[in-house]
């Protein structure tokens, strides 16, 4: 029996996917999988018996993933579960800041007590104009699930869409329009496009990309979209490009005392994967990532660990080892088995940076001699017997 503690509320279209293998806990010390969303589990002890994170959502800045990985816990993401729902929310973003829908909405509310509202209102439109956004450039830097729909989407609303990504996969790649004019160095989006929207993950070199070196070189009267990360933008040289004029607005998802409130940002509080849809679909991909690992040791999606998937296991056992990626340890897990007369029928390895993990399917049943042997090479960070 598996046991999964759920430290946010996880949609059931999700939950009722468990089999009767599975059990939901409240106490997290006992859990062999955690299903999270929002909660920071960066002042967490992380359970002993832990074996698998799968975070309802693609950002994972509130899981300590290095301590994961030293530990043989496994960090799950579910990216382009939300897609969808975020670019629906980047193309409101960018017509809320063509017009000023906002002001004009206002402007009725303050003024539903007047007879003559819709005389009035007539008088005072002129004051929320805006342009369209049909003909206009945008920018989309990063193209992975999010940023192809956004700028394939905005392809389709008649705008002139230029896409910058060093790493563009050859999934994405497939997916992306051929009207996206695909551009080499990103400050030709800087230079060209009337709107910039960027869907990057915050590394340590995207940290503040958007700032006031970026800011100018970008064209006067740009708009900036930001539903990735608000530490992608250097919100005080945002600010300052408002109050010069070289920006006339800033929308973000991510609300926060720089920000909110300031005239020309257009502020919403991360609404961008709150849809029912989003938070089903990374509710069904989180359980069944975390369900195909503890089941069969295979890891896909995962944040810390590399891709590796060999199936379901039709041998006696299988095992899954968690070690630092260096030279020689390959050889010393196969002498392990083979001092013991253990018969090894597949077996892969793959690395990510400076870890690695390797599962072993063997013909007869791994003995606990056996796994105290794997445990104690220099380098192992956990043996997991998957079967």
Request: charged share 25%.
């Given at each position: 029996?598996?046991?999964?503690?759920?430290?946010?509320?996880?949609?059931?279209?999700?939950?009722?996917?468990?089999?009767?293998?599975?059990?939901?806990?409240?106490?997290?010390?006992?859990?062999?999988?955690?299903?999270?969303?929002?909660?920071?589990?960066?002042?967490?002890?992380?359970?002993?018996?832990?074996?698998?994170?799968?975070?309802?959502?693609?950002?994972?800045?509130?899981?300590?993933?290095?301590?994961?990985?030293?530990?043989?816990?496994?960090?799950?993401?579910?990216?382009?579960?939300?897609?969808?729902?975020?670019k629906e929310l980047v193309l409101a973003g960018m017509l809320l800041a063509a017009r000023d829908v906002i002001g004009g909405i206002d402007w009725v509310r303050d003024s539903a007590d007047?007879?003559?509202?819709?005389?009035?209102?007539?008088?005072?439109?002129?004051?929320?104009?805006?342009?369209?956004?049909?003909?206009?450039?945008?920018?989309?830097?990063?193209?992975?699930?999010?940023?192809?729909?956004?700028?394939?989407?905005?392809?389709?609303?008649?705008?002139?869409?230029?896409?910058?990504?060093?790493?563009?996969?050859?999934?994405?790649?497939?997916?992306?329009?051929?009207?996206?004019?695909?551009?080499?160095?990103?400050?030709?989006?800087?230079?060209?496009?009337?709107?910039?929207?960027?869907?990057?993950?915050?590394?340590?070199?995207?940290?503040?990309?958007?700032?006031?070196?970026?800011?100018?070189?970008?064209?006067?009267?740009?708009?900036?979209?930001?539903?990735a990360r608000d530490l992608l933008a250097n919100e005080k040289d945002v600010l300052e490009g408002l109050q010069s004029g070289k920006i006339a607005r800033y929308v973000s998802d991510f609300?926060?005392?720089?920000?909110?409130?300031?005239?020309?940002?257009?502020?919403?509080?991360?609404?961008?994967?709150?849809?029912?849809?989003?938070?089903?679909?990374?509710?069904?991909?989180?359980?069944?990532?975390?369900?195909?690992?503890?089941?069969?040791?295979?890891?896909?999606?995962?944040?810390?660990?590399?891709?590796?998937?060999?199936?379901?296991?039709?041998?006696?056992?299988?095992?899954?080892?968690?070690?630092?990626?260096?030279?020689?340890?390959?050889?010393?897990?196969?002498?392990?088995?083979?001092?013991?007369?253990?018969?090894?029928?597949?077996?892969?390895?793959?690395?990510?940076?400076?870890?690695?993990?390797?599962?072993?399917?063997?013909?007869?049943?791994?003995?606990?001699?056996?796994?105290?042997?794997?445990?104690?090479?220099?380098?192992?960070?956990?043996?997991?017997?998957?079967?």
């Amino acid at each position: 029996m598996y046991k999964i503690n759920c430290l946010n509320p996880i949609a059931d279209v999700g939950l009722k996917n468990f089999s009767d293998k599975y059990q939901i806990t409240a106490d997290v010390q006992e859990a062999d999988g955690i299903l999270v969303r929002s909660a920071s589990m960066h002042e967490m002890e992380i359970p002993e018996g832990l074996l698998a994170v799968a975070r309802a959502g693609a950002g994972v800045n509130n899981i300590p993933l290095e301590k994961c990985a030293e530990k043989g816990v496994v960090v799950f993401n579910t990216p382009g579960a939300n897609a969808n729902g975020v670019k629906e929310l980047v193309l409101a973003g960018m017509l809320l800041a063509a017009r000023d829908v906002i002001g004009g909405i206002d402007w009725v509310r303050d003024s539903a007590d007047n007879a003559e509202i819709a005389k009035a209102a007539e008088k005072e439109k002129k004051k929320f104009a805006g342009t369209e956004i049909m003909g206009k450039k945008l920018g989309v830097i990063g193209l992975g699930a999010i940023g192809v729909k956004v700028a394939n989407a905005a392809v389709a609303l008649g705008m002139e869409v230029y896409g910058y990504d060093p790493y563009l996969s050859v999934n994405a790649a497939w997916n992306l329009s051929r009207s996206v004019k695909h551009v080499l160095n990103v400050d030709d989006i800087y230079a060209d496009c009337d709107y910039i929207t960027i869907h990057v993950p915050l590394l340590d070199n995207t940290r503040g990309m958007i700032n006031a070196v970026s800011i100018a070189k970008m064209k006067e009267g740009v708009v900036i979209l930001n539903f990735a990360r608000d530490l992608l933008a250097n919100e005080k040289d945002v600010l300052e490009g408002l109050q010069s004029g070289k920006i006339a607005r800033y929308v973000s998802d991510f609300p926060n005392p720089t920000t909110a409130g300031q005239k020309g940002c257009i502020v919403i509080p991360h609404l961008g994967a709150s849809t029912e849809e989003s938070e089903d679909n990374c509710a069904v991909m989180a359980v069944e990532e975390i369900m195909d690992y503890l089941e069969n040791g295979n890891i896909r999606n995962s944040v810390n660990y590399p891709a590796c998937d060999m199936g379901i296991c039709a041998k006696a056992g299988r095992v899954a080892i968690f070690h630092k990626n260096i030279p020689n340890l390959i050889t010393q897990f196969t002498a392990a088995f083979g001092v013991k007369g253990i018969n090894i029928s597949d077996m892969t390895n793959k690395s990510r940076g400076e870890v690695a993990y390797t599962m072993i399917d063997v013909e007869s049943a791994p003995t606990a001699e056996i796994i105290e042997a794997l445990e104690k090479i220099d380098g192992v960070f956990r043996v997991r017997v998957v079967k």
